[in-house]
Nanobody
Framework: VQLQASGGGLVQAGGSLRLSCAAS????????MGWFRQAPKKEREFVAV????????YYADSVKGRFTVSRDNAKNTVYLQMNSLKPEDTAVYYC?????????????????WGQGTQVTVSS
């Protein structure tokens, strides 16, 4: 499966962005979809995951209550709505797909990755 992330940009603290990840090449609805992020000189970290059906979602504690992951299987797209953004949310955001694990928080469990989209939050 090929993944294409988009929607990043520069926003002021307290603002919002919606990231999209469009998938092609395989049956999108059979994959759990995760979002990860990586800031300069830091490890890639888990942000959110949504199960293949969309019935289950999980979030990192740092984004819980501010970010919402959703998917539209008819459009082969997963979204990450980010509200109340903080400077510490600044990172490159990646979407990823797993056809084995339904809700993994480990980047090692994902088979396919998008190219990343930069999110910069100014204070």
């Amino acid at each position: 499966v090929q993944l294409q992330a988009s929607g990043g940009g520069l926003v002021q603290a307290g603002g919002s962005l919606r990231l999209s990840c469009a998938a092609s090449g395989h049956t999108f609805s059979s994959y759990a979809m995760g979002w990860f992020r990586q800031a300069p000189k830091k490890e890639r970290e888990f942000v959110a995951v949504i199960s293949w059906s969309g019935s289950s979602t999980y979030y990192a504690d740092s984004v819980k209550g501010r970010f919402t992951v959703s998917r539209d299987n008819a459009k082969n797209t997963v979204y990450l709505q980010m509200n109340s953004l903080k400077p510490e949310d600044t990172a490159v955001y990646y979407c990823a797909a797993s056809n084995v694990y339904s809700s993994s928080r480990s980047y090692r469990d994902y088979d396919y990755w998008g190219q990343g989209t930069q999110v910069t939050v100014s204070s």
